[in-house]
């Protein structure tokens, strides 16, 4: 089956520093990747769409200086947390479509646990 | 926004007892999915549904499409320790993207 590889699994920063968070389709293009997150013990929530060869599409309430993405290829987002302070501190996971169609799979990658000093 | 909203928040049964989630889009939806997400873990894909009522199962579990495409529920039948987790659904809109649930989190007492 289709899978999304996520990196890190988990970090620790120092409030101020950039963390980079990398989510790749190991055997599938994915032209659209979606990247979330996730406070203990409550739901995934989307934080923007993360289109291949364009902009990302950030939902409302999330700083798109702050989360910066970028998704250069067919099989590669990445999430940047700039100066991160601690209330950045969560689970963040990406996904992807295998494909466009209605009965297409989404495949999540394994997440990044930030944890921001 | 589009908004979905799952209830109950969290449920605790006795192991054999039965457990259902409902789900509730605020718009209609072109299919749901549902999820499961095991302590510490990730979550997986259970199944999608697409149509207007329709129904499918899994073993143990059934799960629902309301008729207006609106709701949704997850019904496991006899609950086992196995299943423990926090299983959310998801709804699509028009576009790609996938809002979910807020899960709820069941707990499987022996």
């Known amino acids: 089956g289709a899978v999304v590889s996520q990196h890190p699994s988990w970090v620790i920063c120092k409030s101020g520093t950039s963390v980079k968070i990398e989510c790749r389709s190991l055997?599938?293009?994915?032209?659209?990747m979606f990247w979330y997150r996730q406070f203990p013990k409550q739901s995934l929530m989307l934080m923007a769409t993360?289109?291949?060869?364009?902009?990302?599409?950030?939902e409302q309430g999330v700083e798109k200086d702050k989360f910066l993405i970028n998704h250069a290829s067919l099989t590669l987002s990445t999430l940047t947390v700039t100066s991160a302070h601690p209330e950045d501190s969560s689970f963040y996971i990406c996904?992807?479509?295998?494909?466009?169609?209605?009965?297409?799979?989404?495949?999540f990658g394994s997440g990044t646990q930030l944890s921001v000093l | 926004g589009q908004q979905v909203m799952q209830i109950p928040q969290y449920q605790h049964v006795q192991e054999g007892e039965d457990f259902t989630t409902y789900c509730n889009s605020s718009?209609?939806?072109?299919?749901i999915q549902w999820y499961k997400q095991r302590p510490g873990g990730h979550p997986v894909f259970l199944i999608q549904l697409v149509k207007s009522g329709e129904v499918k199962k899994q073993k143990r579990l059934t799960f629902q499409f309301g008729e207006a495409k609106k709701n949704s529920s997850l019904h496991i039948t006899a609950t086992q320790t196995t299943d423990v987790g926090t299983y959310f659904c998801a709804g699509q809109g028009g576009a790609n993207n996938l809002f979910f649930g807020t899960g709820t989190r069941l707990t499987v007492i022996p």
């Open positions: 718009t209609t939806l072109s299919n």
């Open positions: 055997d599938f293009q994915a032209t659209t």
């Open positions: 996904s992807a479509y295998t494909g466009f169609a209605t009965n297409e799979k989404l495949f």
């Open positions: 993360s289109n291949e060869g364009s902009k990302a599409t950030y």
